[in-house]
């Protein structure tokens, strides 16, 4: 598929997506709609990987210009963050510190489950 194609399929999902978050009365992110879109239309092979592949490749390794804005806002908030800096860095290492522990917890559970499969075949 041609380079416009896939780049209009792909910000045609998203403006789906756009539309959906608005239309359903749940507070789902415009991108997590969007996503949820792809994914459907993926699983019920109504879209072809390879058909967006390139265009797909190139917005994730250029990434990092998607978080520009979000750090100019942080900038245009630094007083705000240097008033709350404490809470900010407790929220910061409480949330890692769980994230950590659901990650191995949920890695020790399939590891578990991995080898109670294993002995009873």
Known sequence: MPLIKQIFVVFFICLLGNFLSECIPL??????????????????????????????????????????????SLLEHYELLRDNLAAILVICVVSMLATYGAAAGVVWLVLRIMKKGGETQ
């Open 27 to 72: 507070p789902i992110p415009n991108s997590i709609m969007a996503m949820v879109l792809m994914l459907g239309l993926l699983a019920l092979r109504w879209l072809r990987a390879d058909s967006i592949r390139q265009v797909v490749d190139f917005l994730q390794k250029n990434m990092v210009f998607f978080f520009i804005p979000s750090g100019v």
